[in-house]
């Protein structure tokens, strides 16, 4: 009876290794499609889900706090397609999703919204001043050519910049810093503070 229950305790072990072995399995599979749901194949950015969940998150919190929404693209993407290739472009949107993660702070929130395009929810701002330290920061970041297939790909991108204190709602505040990107790209800065 001892042996018995022995080798039935052997077994029963055996089964929970098992089932804790697919357990593991099965939350690494989930986490894995969790991530793909919200972050862009390409850059490994989040994605314009993401993006959205995180914007509508930032207007329920309470306190309060001042954010900005910089809207960033890519000044001349399609001459970049057309001249090297598809796979340069996507090198280049890669290196830009690099460098501007790169240059901004841990607590600061970078997603590639699709195309050329990127947004970046920059929160705890103090005083409207480091807002243009940011964007000329962000800027200096693309000053270095890519080195691409034996070419040196030189890349820039403007950037729109809109306060949560103008906005009274995510929707508000995507349409004031898209407006101020479109405006950026006539400025030699390459920046422009929506102030509507």
Same mark, same amino acid.
């Given at each position: 009876?001892?042996?018995?229950?022995?080798?039935?305790?052997?077994?029963?072990?055996?089964?929970?290794?098992?089932?804790?072995?697919?357990?593991?399995?099965?939350?690494?599979?989930?986490?894995?499609?969790?991530?793909?749901?919200?972050? %862009?194949?390409?850059?490994?950015?989040?994605?314009?889900?993401?993006?959205?969940?995180?914007?509508?998150?930032? !207007?329920?919190?309470?306190?309060?706090?001042?954010?900005?929404?910089?809207?960033?693209?890519?000044?001349?993407? +399609?001459?970049?397609?057309? $001249?090297?290739?598809?796979?340069?472009?996507?090198?280049?949107?890669?290196?830009?999703?690099?460098? *501007? $993660?790169?240059?901004?702070?841990?607590?600061?929130?970078?997603?590639? *919204?699709?195309?050329?395009? !990127?947004?970046?929810?920059?929160?705890?701002?103090?005083?409207?001043?480091?807002?243009?330290?940011?964007?000329?920061?962000?800027? +200096?970041?693309?000053?270095?050519?890519?080195?691409?297939?034996?070419? $040196?790909?030189?890349?820039? !991108?403007?950037?729109?910049?809109?306060?949560?204190?103008?906005?009274?709602?995510?929707?508000?505040?995507?349409?004031?810093? %898209?407006?101020?990107?479109? +405006?950026? +790209?006539?400025?030699?800065?390459?920046?422009?503070?929506?102030?509507?």
């Amino acid at each position: 009876n001892i042996k018995e229950l022995q080798q039935l305790n052997e077994v029963f072990n055996e089964l929970l290794d098992k089932i804790q072995v697919s357990t593991q399995k099965l939350r690494a599979e989930n986490d894995v499609l969790a991530h793909q749901a919200l972050h %862009d194949q390409l850059t490994q950015l989040p994605n314009r889900h993401y993006f959205y969940q995180t914007l509508l998150a930032s !207007f329920d919190q309470s306190p309060k706090t001042t954010s900005a929404l910089f809207f960033i693209d890519n000044n001349n993407f +399609k001459e970049i397609n057309d $001249q090297y290739g598809h796979l340069a472009g996507d090198a280049v949107l890669q290196e830009m999703a690099k460098r *501007l $993660q790169n240059s901004l702070r841990q607590d600061d929130f970078i997603a590639r *919204l699709g195309g050329d395009e !990127f947004a970046i929810l920059i929160r705890n701002i103090t005083k409207t001043e480091h807002l243009t330290k940011i964007s000329e920061n962000l800027l +200096k970041c693309c000053e270095q050519p890519l080195h691409f297939d034996q070419h $040196q790909i030189y890349f820039s !991108f403007s950037i729109g910049i809109a306060s949560t204190e103008q906005a009274h709602s995510p929707e508000d505040l995507i349409t004031a810093a %898209d407006s101020a990107m479109y +405006k950026a +790209k006539t400025l030699q800065q390459g920046w422009y503070f929506s102030l509507r």
